[in-house]
Protein backbone atom coordinates (compact mmCIF):
# COMPACT_ATOMS: atom_id res chain seq x y z
CA UNK A 1 0.00 0.00 0.00
CA UNK A 2 1.35 2.96 -1.11
CA UNK A 3 0.08 6.45 0.79
CA UNK A 4 0.53 10.09 -0.93
CA UNK A 5 2.65 12.74 0.77
CA UNK A 6 0.15 15.73 2.08
CA UNK A 7 3.08 17.72 1.53
CA UNK A 8 3.12 16.99 -2.09
CA UNK A 9 -0.45 18.46 -2.68
CA UNK A 10 -0.08 21.43 -0.70
CA UNK A 11 3.11 22.23 -2.79
CA UNK A 12 1.35 21.98 -6.15
CA UNK A 13 -1.59 24.31 -4.87
CA UNK A 14 1.12 26.45 -3.89
CA UNK A 15 2.84 26.77 -7.43
CA UNK A 16 -1.03 27.03 -8.91
CA UNK A 17 -1.49 30.15 -7.27
CA UNK A 18 1.85 31.44 -7.34
CA UNK A 19 1.72 31.22 -11.16
CA UNK A 20 -1.57 32.57 -10.99
CA UNK A 21 0.00 35.59 -8.94
CA UNK A 22 2.49 36.28 -11.67
CA UNK A 23 -0.31 36.55 -14.18
CA UNK A 24 -2.55 39.19 -12.49
CA UNK A 25 0.02 41.15 -11.60
CA UNK A 26 1.89 40.97 -15.12
CA UNK A 27 -1.36 42.49 -16.48
CA UNK A 28 -1.62 44.86 -13.88
CA UNK A 29 1.65 46.33 -14.64
CA UNK A 30 0.71 46.14 -18.50
CA UNK A 31 -2.34 48.39 -17.57
CA UNK A 32 -0.62 50.88 -15.20
CA UNK A 33 2.23 51.46 -18.47
CA UNK A 34 -0.57 52.02 -20.91
CA UNK A 35 -2.29 54.79 -18.41
CA UNK A 36 0.87 56.50 -17.44
CA UNK A 37 1.60 56.56 -21.03
CA UNK A 38 -0.81 59.61 -21.95
CA UNK A 39 0.32 63.01 -20.48
CA UNK A 40 -3.28 64.15 -21.81
CA UNK A 41 -5.09 62.02 -19.59
CA UNK A 42 -7.41 63.23 -16.62
CA UNK A 43 -7.13 62.02 -13.11
CA UNK A 44 -9.69 61.98 -10.73
CA UNK A 45 -8.64 63.11 -6.70
CA UNK A 46 -7.52 59.71 -5.85
CA UNK A 47 -5.13 58.91 -8.47
CA UNK A 48 -3.69 62.39 -8.21
CA UNK A 49 -3.05 61.63 -4.27
CA UNK A 50 -1.76 58.34 -5.46
CA UNK A 51 0.65 60.28 -8.10
CA UNK A 52 1.65 63.10 -5.37
CA UNK A 53 1.77 60.89 -2.84
CA UNK A 54 -1.02 62.58 0.10
CA UNK A 55 -3.95 62.08 0.77
CA UNK A 56 -7.10 62.71 -1.29
CA UNK A 57 -7.64 65.82 1.38
CA UNK A 58 -4.56 67.20 1.00
CA UNK A 59 -5.14 67.67 -2.70
CA UNK A 60 -8.08 68.80 -2.61
CA UNK A 61 -6.48 71.82 -0.31
CA UNK A 62 -3.73 72.03 -2.50
CA UNK A 63 -6.71 72.60 -5.55
CA UNK A 64 -8.13 75.38 -3.21
CA UNK A 65 -4.92 77.05 -1.54
CA UNK A 66 -1.77 76.12 -3.49
CA UNK A 67 -3.24 76.97 -7.33
CA UNK A 68 -2.97 73.00 -8.71
CA UNK A 69 -4.67 73.74 -12.02
CA UNK A 70 -7.92 71.24 -11.98
CA UNK A 71 -11.47 71.21 -13.62
CA UNK A 72 -14.74 70.77 -11.44
CA UNK A 73 -17.18 68.50 -13.16
CA UNK A 74 -20.49 68.56 -11.01
CA UNK A 75 -18.80 67.31 -7.81
CA UNK A 76 -15.25 65.90 -9.09
CA UNK A 77 -12.34 67.50 -9.53
CA UNK A 78 -10.08 66.27 -12.94
CA UNK A 79 -6.78 67.21 -13.33
CA UNK A 80 -4.66 66.55 -16.33
CA UNK A 81 -1.30 64.59 -15.74
CA UNK A 82 0.99 67.15 -17.66
CA UNK A 83 -0.38 69.80 -15.66
CA UNK A 84 -0.17 67.80 -12.30
CA UNK A 85 3.93 67.11 -13.01
CA UNK A 86 4.17 70.69 -13.64
CA UNK A 87 2.51 71.55 -10.68
CA UNK A 88 4.58 69.56 -8.81
CA UNK A 89 7.83 70.62 -10.40
CA UNK A 90 7.63 74.23 -10.07
CA UNK A 91 6.36 73.43 -6.44
CA UNK A 92 9.04 72.06 -5.69
CA UNK A 93 11.78 74.41 -7.33
CA UNK A 94 9.48 77.40 -5.19
CA UNK A 95 10.54 75.23 -1.50
CA UNK A 96 14.00 75.04 -2.92
CA UNK A 97 14.36 78.94 -3.52
CA UNK A 98 12.36 79.59 -0.73
CA UNK A 99 14.42 82.22 2.05
CA UNK A 100 14.69 81.43 4.92
CA UNK A 101 13.92 83.42 8.40
CA UNK A 102 17.37 83.71 9.22
CA UNK A 103 18.13 85.02 5.83
CA UNK A 104 15.54 87.52 5.80
CA UNK A 105 16.74 88.32 9.50
CA UNK A 106 20.46 89.07 8.28
CA UNK A 107 18.79 91.05 5.11
CA UNK A 108 17.19 93.57 7.55
CA UNK A 109 19.64 93.82 9.87
CA UNK A 110 22.08 95.18 7.53
CA UNK A 111 19.92 97.41 5.99
CA UNK A 112 19.00 99.38 9.57
CA UNK A 113 22.30 98.51 10.70
CA UNK A 114 23.77 101.95 12.87
CA UNK A 115 26.85 103.50 11.03
Do not use: C
Not at 15 to 38: C, F, G, H, M, P
Not at 81 to 86: G, I, K, R
Not at 88 to 106: P, Q
Amino acid sequence: MQTTNPFELIISRLDELQITVNIISDRAQKETTKQTADPERLLDLTEAALIVRKPVGTVRHYIHHRNLPATKIGKIYLIKLNELLSWVDDFTKKDETKETATDRMLEIRKRYKKS
